[in-house]
T-cell receptor, first 114, second 110 residues
């Protein structure tokens, strides 16, 4: 079964450093998403991406965040200057044209900011 | 605004007990409804879905019925196993993004 692959599985970074979280969505999917889950809390939408541009973003997705699909297969989330409160599990997801088919999630990257 | 409310956990059951996890949603239009499961240390897996009113989604013995009149999508299983211990998330999609509930932790004891 096709998978969404995320790397790394765990990243520790110092406050103020830049991090890039990487995702390889399912190859024929067209819509891409980033979500985050602070430990023990709900899964929160960050951003959606379609046709090489952001289609929607949440209030969380401020100027410190950016997304890119640099080469047609990878989908990255960059946090420019990490804060302690950015510590969370970050999930990438992708889906086909129709919402009804469901979203496929990666196994996540646990980001720890120290 | 759009939101999902799930019953609070943790829910602790003995093996072979009946499970219900309540979920209600607030959304405009006719969203698609989903249940996702997160096993310890793992990512989110789609458990089941329903795309229109009165549809029943089912998988691995779990079921949920799309009730438009009560805006609910309660998850049920007739006989839970220890391996069902996980966090269960109710979610819906209307405009493209998924909106999740807060998750319900299920612990099944032998």
């Amino acid at each position: 079964e096709p998978e969404v692959t995320q790397t790394p599985s765990h990243q520790v970074t110092q406050m103020g450093q830049e991090v890039i979280l990487r995702c390889v969505p399912i190859s024929n999917h067209l819509y891409f998403y980033w979500y985050r889950q602070i430990l023990g809390q709900k899964v929160e939408f960050l951003v959606s991406f379609y046709n090489n541009e952001i289609s929607e973003k949440s209030e969380i997705f401020d100027d410190q965040f950016s997304v890119e699909r640099p080469d047609g297969s990878n989908f990255t989330l960059k946090i420019r200057s990490t804060k302690l409160e950015d510590s969370a599990m970050y999930f990438c997801a992708s889906r086909d044209t129709h919402v009804n088919y469901g979203y496929t999630f990666g196994s996540g990257t646990r980001l720890t900011v120290v | 605004g759009d939101s999902v409310t799930q019953m609070e956990g943790p829910v602790t059951l003995s093996e072979e007990a009946f499970l219900t996890i309540n979920c209600t949603y607030t959304a405009t239009g006719y969203p698609s409804l989903f249940w996702y499961v997160q096993y310890p240390g793992e990512g989110l897996q789609l458990l089941l879905k329903a795309t229109k009113a009165d549809d029943k989604g089912s998988n691995k013995g779990f079921e949920a019925t799309y009730r438009k009149e009560t805006t609910s999508f309660h998850l049920e299983k007739g006989s839970v196993q220890v391996s069902d211990s996980a966090v269960y998330f109710c979610a819906f999609s209307n405009t493209g993004k998924l909106i999740f509930g807060q998750g319900t932790t299920l612990q099944v004891k032998p």
